[in-house]
């Protein structure tokens, strides 16, 4: 698998991921039947902002490390 499909599949672990936390926080603020769930209610929306956690973050700094690798390679060419 080539870098720029690396790169690419991990952008959009990204935006899942932010999509999950924003999903969460909808959950959390404004859902009537997650609050009428209670203790479980609760439990789902943090479960996706947790997932949204896991894909967004450690995501963001392997592309970063991917992308300062590649820049440096370029720039010794």
């Given at each position: 698998?080539?870098?720029?499909?690396?790169?690419?599949?991990?952008?959009?672990?990204?935006?899942?991921?932010?999509?999950?936390?924003?999903?969460?926080?909808?959950?959390?603020?404004?859902?009537?039947?997650?609050?009428?769930?209670?203790?479980?209610?609760?439990?789902?929306?943090?479960?996706?902002?947790?997932?949204?956690m896991?894909?967004?973050?450690?995501?963001?700094?392997?592309?970063?490390?991917?992308?300062v690798?590649?820049?440096?390679?370029?720039?010794?060419?």
């Open positions: 698998m080539g870098n720029s499909t690396v790169i690419k599949l991990l952008k959009l672990s990204i935006c899942c991921g932010i999509c999950l936390i924003l999903l969460g926080i909808y959950l959390h603020n404004f859902n009537d039947a997650i609050a009428q769930m209670g203790v479980k209610g609760i439990i789902i929306s943090a479960m996706c902002v947790a997932f949204g896991v894909l967004s973050l450690p995501t963001k700094m392997y592309l970063t490390f991917l992308l690798k590649r820049e440096s390679e370029s720039s010794s060419k």
